[in-house]
C-alpha cells in the first residue's frame, strides 16, 4: 500500500517509512525515525529520531516525539525512544528519548495519551494505559498495564504505577502507587481499590473482595507496610493478583502511597 505524504510536509533522508502511511501537512519525520505501517500522522506532528515508532500509531496536531531530554545534564549522548503499536498520542502530547548512553524511553502497545501529556527520559510505559489531559510523568517512572492517570495530574521521577492503578485528577504523585489501588488529592492518598476498572475487565468478584481486604490491612489496619504485607501474604490468595501486589511493595525503593 502506498504511503500518502503531502506536499508540505519535510521527511529527512535518513527516516525509515513502512507502508501505508499518512503524513499530512506541515508535518516533520527527522533523520533516524523508524515508522511501521500504517502510522497516521495527521499534521503539524514533529518526530525525531533515534526513534523506533511500531505501527498503527496515530499522532495528532502539535505532537513532538522523539525529542532530546530536558535534563539539563544531558550532553548529546545517543539515546532512543521505542514506542509500540496502536497508540493514539492526541495533540500537543511530547515524549523524550533516554537520557544517557544507550538509555531508552519505551511505550507499549494500545495506549491512549490525550492532550498536552508528556513522558519525560527513560520512561517505560506498559501497555493499554490512558493518560488523560496534561498527565505528566517525570523522569525514569515506570507504568505497568492499563493504568489511568487523571487530567492535571504529575508524578515524580523514578516512581512506580503499578497495573490498573488509577489517579485522579489534579493528584501528586511522590511515591508508587500499588497496583490495583485508587488515589487521589495533593498529595495524592489512597482511596480505595480499583474495583470499577478490575470489574470492566473481568476481574472476579472474588479476587476483587480479596483486594479489599488487602487495601484495609495496608491502610486502615494500623499495621505499617512491613507488617500489613506480611499478613496480606500469609492470609490471602492463593491468587496471582494478590501475588504481584505483595511482589510489587516489597520491590518499592521510594515506599508506597500513604
Known sequence: MANRIHATAVVDAGAELG??????????????????????????????????????????????VGGRTQAIRYGGEPTRLK????????????????????????????????????????????????????????????????????????VHQFCRLGRFGFIGGCAKVEQDLPPFMLVDGNPAEPRGVNSVGLRRHGVAEETIRMLKEAFRLLYRSGLNTTQAVERISAELGPCPEIDHLVAFIRASERGIIH
Not at 22 to 47: F, N, Q, S, T
Not at 101 to 113: A, F, K, M, Q, R
Not at 120 to 133: A, E, L, T
Open 19 to 64: 507502508d501505508g502511511i499518512e503524513v499530512g501537512p506541515y508535518c516533520v519525520v527527522g533523520e533516524g525515525v523508524r515508522l511501521g505501517d500504517g502510522c497516521r500522522l495527521v499534521a503539524h506532528v514533529v518526530l525525531q529520531g533515534p526513534s523506533d515508532i511500531g505501527p498503527e500509531n496515530e499522532f495528532h496536531p502539535f505532537a513532538s
Open 83 to 154: 514506542i509500540g503499536r496502536g497508540n493514539c498520542f492526541r495533540e500537543c502530547v511530547t515524549i523524550n528519548r533516554g537520557n544517557g548512553p544507550g538509555d531508552v524511553t519505551e511505550i507499549g502497545s494500545g495506549n491512549h495519551l490525550l492532550a498536552y501529556a508528556h513522558v519525560g527520559h527513560d520512561c517505560r510505559v506498559g501497555d493499554h494505559c490512558v493518560f488523560s489531559n496534561s498527565g505528566t510523568l517525570g523522569g525514569h517512572v515506570v507504568v505497568e498495564d492499563r493504568v489511568i492517570i487523571g487530567g492535571l495530574s504529575a
